[in-house]
Nanobody, 124 residues
Framework: QVQLVESGGGLVQAGGSLRLSCAAS????????MAWFRRAPGKEREFVAR????????YYADSVKGRFTISRDNAKNSVYLQMSNLNSEDTAVYYC?????????????????WGQGTQVTVSS
């Protein structure tokens, strides 16, 4: 049973920073690509960032490029999202996602396992 537990969300002022963490359990973490998605109020869930299973590639939504950084620590079975220069449009529930199948570099067609989400609210 794959479990993903996010933490690190909260209230931050515009221009500030937050670091989200996602702890994974239930399988060999290092074999799987990881990603972050978000859902803003009244909007569909959208892709934010992705890191390939081996860390060789990272991908970002245009809206967060240059401001967000995804990273992983296989020794801690964790993936992180460092967010800086936050603005009100970044307000959303952020979800950690783990590939269902191993060894993927690009977005997996087989889908993801999901965490429960963590709220990020940016005040202007």
């Amino acid at each position: 049973q794959v479990q993903l537990v996010e933490s690190g969300g909260g209230l931050v002022q515009a221009g500030g920073s937050l670091r989200l963490s996602c702890a994974a359990s239930g399988r060999t973490f290092s074999a799987y690509g990881m990603a972050w998605f978000r859902r803003a109020p009244g909007k569909e869930r959208e892709f934010v960032a992705r890191m390939a299973w081996n860390g060789s590639r990272t991908y970002y939504a245009d809206s967060v490029k240059g401001r967000f950084t995804i990273s992983r620590d296989n020794a801690k079975n964790s993936v992180y999202l460092q967010m800086s220069n936050l603005n009100s449009e970044d307000t959303a529930v952020y979800y950690c996602a783990a590939d269902r199948v191993p060894w993927k570099v690009i977005d997996p067609t087989e889908g993801y396992y999901w965490g429960q989400g963590t709220q990020v609210t940016v005040s202007s």
